[in-house]
């Protein structure tokens, strides 16, 4: 059945931590236990978030003045580059998008 | 990792509080009558939702936070309030991806849905070839399905979708299939044939060889732009796994919903055995999915069976429950087109009566009460490359 069948080839994109992000318009997330389903309307895209700090993370995105300021805020050190390497793929499938 | 593409089997198969996606069969009613129809669709139900109870399920389903449904039928168009239906369901964010056989696509329509957004509309059509398609889907079909092709294009719809379902006939028409999509800016989508509704009938002249799985698997691997819903998993046994999660989804994060409500595990097995409940009963639809013993059961790890020994296991997860069950074979072991031959041999090795009755499902009958015959794949000549 059909879970992730949409594929929509995902722009280059160039993801700079230190400007301002937010969740995609277009993009409803939906908790989960392992974290949420982040759904694009515009794209048809189901993506999975993994984690529920990477959910915290990309919800907050707009209250601060940069990824990597809302990284500081929600992620500890060690673990910053993963998220935003994983921030970047988000970009990439624009569930989130520059602000 | 916080990535997005690594699989989630686990958590899926234990299921989630609200389905990901779920399909939705709006009609019994169909003014085709396909060889394969999963629904033995035809007749309009009696019991069929009305349409104060249709926009209640979809209440539920926005609550739940569905991003979208599957709409079917039957043909779902020829329900009066479709298109309210459609309206009210994306109103409230339950985006609507559904299938027609393009009967009824008018210019006219095909504008209207242009004008909608989350609105995804899939043609089905069965062979490249207006003859292959025809024997499968009756006479006119392929020219009914080219002609809402064309209003959906002239209507600068975008990205509709081609739906077609593989058989032993059109296996050979893949490339051609892949053109035509090109031809309108549209996209593939191609779906295994279960022995399911009137499929049931058919499966055995009609389901793809174990040559043409083989091919199957190797062009999908070549066409990840092809869109699958997942559905041939079983396939993933033959080595690198296929995009997508490869997993039976069935009362863990999908699930049918039929034109009068029932709830099933999934659109391939509309049989008591797999009836979950009703949208009508008290806790309608959520207690349904949340609640019922059967989503519960098949949200318990299941058995190998007979599979257990073998090292594809991880691979095809025994393929597909409809599959096993309408073909008679037992769920915890391999679905008969296992691409080991296992399923063959199980096939072969069958004891009489194990086959479930065919159900007579929703197929026209005449003045006897006898299914009207639907035009038999028998006529066909050798398939012919396209």
């Keep these: ?99 | 990792m916080p990535a997005e593409r690594v699989p989630l089997r686990r958590q899926f198969t234990r299921g989630l509080d609200a389905p990901i996606c779920l399909t939705w069969e709006l009609t019994y009613a169909c003014n085709l009558a396909c060889v394969h129809c999963l629904s033995s669709s035809g007749r309009r139900d009696p019991g069929e939702l009305k349409p104060a109870e249709a926009r209640h399920v979809i209440d539920e389903l926005a609550g739940m936070k569905v991003f979208y449904v599957n709409i079917g039928g039957g043909e779902p168009m020829l329900r009066p309030d479709f298109f309210d239906l459609v309206g009210y369901a994306i109103d409230r964010k339950v985006g609507v991806k559904f299938s027609t056989n393009g009967t009824r696509m008018t210019a006219e329509k095909a504008r209207r849905l242009s004008e909608m957004d989350y609105v995804d509309v899939q043609v089905s059509i069965d062979g490249a070839l207006a003859s292959t398609n025809d024997a499968v889907r009756g006479e006119g079909s392929f020219a009914a399905a080219r002609a809402a092709m064309d209003h959906l294009a002239a209507a600068n719809f975008g990205r509709f979708k081609i739906s077609v379902v593989v058989t032993r006939h059109n296996a050979t028409q893949l490339d051609a299939f892949a053109g035509m999509a090109e031809s309108y800016g549209a996209q593939l989508r191609l779906t295994r044939f279960r022995p399911s509704g009137r499929g049931a009938d058919t499966w055995g002249e009609l389901h793809p060889t174990a040559d043409q799985q083989r091919m199957l698997y190797r062009w999908l691997r070549d066409h990840p732009e092809v869109l699958t819903g997942d559905s041939f998993f079983h396939l993933s046994a033959l080595g690198e796994p296929l995009d997508g999660l490869n997993l039976c989804g069935a009362g863990r994060v999908v699930c049918l919903i039929d034109p009068v409500g029932d709830v099933y595990a999934c659109p391939f097995v509309i049989d008591r055995e797999f009836l979950a409940g009703n949208v009508r009963d008290r806790g309608g639809f959520a207690g349904v999915w949340r609640h019922s013993d059967l989503f519960a059961s098949l949200r318990e790890p299941q058995s190998a069976g007979a599979c257990a020994t073998c090292g594809s296991y991880d691979a095809c997860q025994g393929g597909c429950m409809a599959a096993k069950f309408f073909t008679g074979l037992p769920l915890d072991g391999p679905d008969p087109e296992c691409v080991f031959g296992h399923g063959a041999e199980a096939l072969a090795a069958r004891p009489a009566g194990v086959i479930p009755p065919p159900a007579l499902g929703h197929s026209k009958v005449d003045a006897r009460g006898m299914p009207v015959p639907v035009p038999t794949p028998v006529r066909f000549r050798s398939p012919v490359r396209v």
Aim: contains cysteine; hydrophobic residues 45%.
């Design chain 1, 1 to 99: 059945m059909s879970l992730t069948e949409e594929r929509v080839e995902a722009p280059v994109h160039h993801f700079d931590p230190d400007s301002a992000w937010r969740v995609h318009p277009l993009v409803a997330l939906r908790d989960e236990s392992f974290g949420a389903l982040a759904y694009h309307y515009g794209t048809r895209r189901l993506l999975f978030l993994k984690s529920p700090t990477l959910v915290d993370l990309v919800s907050s995105l707009d209250r601060y003045a940069s990824a990597t300021a809302a990284m500081e805020a929600i992620v500890p050190a060690p673990e910053r580059p993963r998220y935003c390497r994983a921030l970047a793929r988000l970009a990439a499938s624009e569930v989130i998008d520059a602000r």
